[in-house]
């Protein structure tokens, strides 16, 4: 029984693409698959990153393609898996991680004050600029859409397959000053359940990470000062919301990440699993 077990997590000899994979959170998604036998294909539009994680990959055993690529693109996704399926056959997982934020789409302040309205050190909504509102939107969530459309089309002719979008805890409970950004991972989450009924006789599963607060560099340049190394007053307010008490590390969403993958979770369809210290379930 103990071996049935462990081995309906075995995804040796799957094919994986993964979007956004020069990131840091992507990144380690990829490492870690490439070092169990995943043959991953690194999607991000930053070469440079996409090839750093490749070599992380080849060190830890794996084997690794990098494809820099513009998920809002067609003709690039489309290009990207016609090369992929030469070179490995169909894909068999799609992890759809690029993403990100951009100051255009985000206030300035949680709360707005009416002396606030058309003052100049002062971004509210009715100052948000509808372009970086519209990438924001546009990365996170139609990225998510055509990446799937691109690549899940091998997967339902073979009948088989599993799909983990990238969510966000701003998605279940929107965060303060980041309007674009929790809107569009709102929309990912409902997109994957939708996807999920959608695919549900196709033999391909549809689920979501939704993650809280990890410590990457990206985060670490908004929630800690360079100077004094302490944490922001935002940041402070993270911790306070998060009952573990600190931020999560990338490592820590693999566990959760092989199970949906594999078939541990074959009667596992259209969720959004938090991941998160406690954050979402935490209230005062």
């Excluded at 990144?27 to 995943?38: K, Q, S, Y």
């Excluded at 690029?98 to 100051?103: C, E, L, M, Y």
């Excluded at 009924?197 to 990470?209: C, D, E, P, Q, W």
């Excluded at 800690?224 to 590390?249: C, F, H, M, N, W």
Aim: charged content about 15%; aromatic content about 8%.
């Amino acid at each position: 029984m103990a071996t049935t077990i462990l081995n309906s997590f075995a995804l040796d000899g799957k094919v994986a693409v993964i979007t956004g994979g020069g990131g840091e959170l992507c990144g380690t998604m990829a490492v870690a698959l490439g070092a169990i036998g995943v043959k991953v294909a690194i999607l991000d539009i930053h070469r440079k990153n996409a090839e750093q994680v490749a070599r992380k990959v080849e060190q830890a055993g794996g084997q690794a393609l990098v494809y820099p690529c513009n998920v809002l693109e067609r003709q690039e996704l489309d290009e990207c898996c016609q090369s992929i399926q030469q070179a490995w056959g169909e894909v068999d997982i799609l992890i759809t991680g690029a993403g990100g934020n951009d100051p255009r789409g985000t206030t300035s302040e949680e709360f707005l004050e009416q002396a606030q309205l058309n003052q100049p050190d002062t971004q509210s909504l009715f100052d948000l600029d509808i372009g970086g509102f519209r990438h924001v939107f546009d990365l996170n969530f139609l990225g998510t859409f055509l990446a799937v459309q691109v690549f899940a089309q091998g997967m339902v002719r073979q009948g088989n397959g599993s799909i983990v979008n990238i969510s966000s805890m701003s998605a279940l409970t929107p965060l303060t000053k980041v309007a674009a950004y929790s809107a569009a991972k709102a929309a990912v989450s409902n997109f994957t359940r939708w996807l999920a009924v959608h695919f549900s006789r196709t033999g391909v599963r549809v689920n979501a990470l939704a993650p809280g607060f990890f410590m990457t560099e990206q985060l670490r340049f908004l929630h800690v000062d360079a100077k004094t190394g302490q944490l922001s007053d935002r940041a402070q307010k993270v911790i306070a919301q998060t009952p573990l008490g600190r931020y999560g590390e990338p490592e820590e969403l693999l566990g959760t990440l092989v199970w949906l993958l594999s078939e541990a979770s074959t009667f596992v369809t259209g969720i959004v699993v938090p991941i998160d210290g406690g954050f979402s379930a935490y209230s005062i």
